[in-house]
């Protein structure tokens, strides 16, 4: 009797000790993971302050591309408007609607770099040049970002959805599976440019 | 031997998606073979002059299929490139086959040397790279980058390495073989240093030489065709 109980209380202790470290092992990833949709939101933001000075210069010598400019602030002031805290990844729906808005934006902002390859004086403006280098550093680093996230979110979900942490978590924890994004999507809503026309 | 082991590597490489990356072998790694031994002195010179920050200058033989801004930032990760906290590498990379070229900026120096004075720096490099002429171009690439970044200070980085539970049981077990000879009798004990020494000889120490110290990258800089 007295043996089955100390049995008992061993095998408690262990399963218990196990749970722990189980969920203990899952705050680091989902750390990674929300620093690393941090960095996503600082890119974004960063090529969001760059656009009114990119319009403003552009305005000066494009005087016909009044269309393509206001796509671009329209796609830009959407783009500001959702927004989606690292408390939020969970949501699928609202990472689907802030990456649509987002390429939403990178194609108008696409667009308004092809427009302005007919413009010889704009193109060998220095402050249009600088802000062309800064925009496509940003678009770099928000490419680099975004892969940054993806492969922390997949770690974490493939953890998450193994046996038996799965059931650990479905338990003890309200922790949840996060939303993640095709990679090629930014550049699959990139517009394609037709020259013969 | 060596051959072999290439071989190896390579079709290791091929079998892996993961990129394979050319070994740090100093501040300049000319992969592609395109710069003079003269150069790679002067180079070499003139970025161990930078003291605070690393700067690393690499030609690429190849860019396995990849983008140079996908290769380089990754290449500036497996590096570790810079100082791990202040994150102030830099590396200018050249892929002369796919006529490319790239200043990678670590985290730590995008305020400094900013896309677009990479952009400039790449551009005065430009008309040197149109020639082929990679030795001209890398050292006003180089001269250009040092002179940007060289006023830029840090604070120093609290560099105390707290001990791991790796090394304190690594220190124990060194203690340990040592007792274990102290308490030999004395004819036995010369056998039993050696056999100690063999082992410790497997040990991986510390290499010298150039090497990156956990820098970052995410992606800044920029980068140009030629």
């Given amino acids: 009797m007295k043996k089955t109980l100390i049995i008992l209380a061993v095998v408690v202790v262990l399963a218990g000790w196990f749970v722990i470290s189980t969920l203990n092992g899952l705050i680091p990833m989902d750390e990674t993971c929300k620093a690393n949709w941090s960095q996503v939101l600082n890119q974004y933001q960063r090529r969001s302050d760059l656009i009114p000075n990119l319009v403003a210069t552009v305005k000066g010598y494009a005087t016909h591309e009044q269309e393509t400019l206001t796509q671009v602030i329209e796609a830009r002031a959407k783009a500001t408007q959702t927004t989606l805290s690292p408390e939020m990844l969970t949501d699928e729906k609202a990472m689907s609607a802030f990456m649509q808005n987002q390429s939403a934006l990178s194609s108008a902002l696409s667009r308004l770099m092809v427009v302005v390859e007919k413009y010889p004086e704009l193109k060998a403006n220095e402050n249009f040049m600088a802000l062309q280098s800064q925009l496509e550093g940003t678009e770099n680093r928000i490419a680099v970002a975004r892969k940054d996230y993806i492969d922390s979110v997949k770690v974490f979900n493939t953890r998450i959805r193994t046996i038996p942490t799965k059931w650990i978590v479905a338990i003890f924890s309200d922790m949840e599976k996060k939303a993640t994004f095709d990679i090629e999507e930014s550049k699959k809503a990139a517009p394609i440019v037709d020259f013969s026309k | ?226």
């Fill in chain 2, 1 to 226: 031997m060596k051959k072999l082991i290439f071989t190896f590597l390579i079709t290791f490489c091929l079998a892996g998606k993961a990129l394979c990356f050319p070994a740090l072998t100093g501040r300049v790694v000319d992969e592609a073979n395109i710069l003079s031994p003269q150069t790679q002195r002067q180079l070499t010179t003139l970025l161990q002059s930078e003291t605070k920050h690393q700067v690393v200058v690499v030609t690429l033989a190849d860019l396995e299929g990849k983008s140079i801004e996908d290769y380089g930032y990754q290449l500036g990760r497996h590096w570790g490139i810079g100082e791990k906290g202040n994150d102030n590498g830099v590396l200018l990379i050249i892929a002369p086959d796919e006529r490319q070229v790239r200043i990678e900026v670590g985290y730590g120096l995008e305020g400094v040397l900013t896309d677009a004075i990479s952009s400039v720096i790449l551009n005065n490099m430009t008309p040197a790279l149109k020639e082929s002429n990679y030795n001209q171009a890398t050292l006003i690439g180089v001269q250009q980058i040092l002179k940007v970044i060289h006023n830029e200070t840090f604070k120093p980085h609290s560099s105390e390495e707290v001990p791991t539970p790796l090394a304190i049981i690594l220190t124990c077990l060194v203690l340990g073989l040592f007792i274990y000879v102290a308490m030999a009798p004395r004819n036995d004990r010369a056998r039993r240093l050696r056999l100690i020494l063999t082992i410790l000889s497997f040990v991986p120490g510390k290499s010298g030489g150039f090497k990156g110290k956990g820098g970052r990258f995410g992606g800044g800089g920029s980068s140009r065709k030629f």
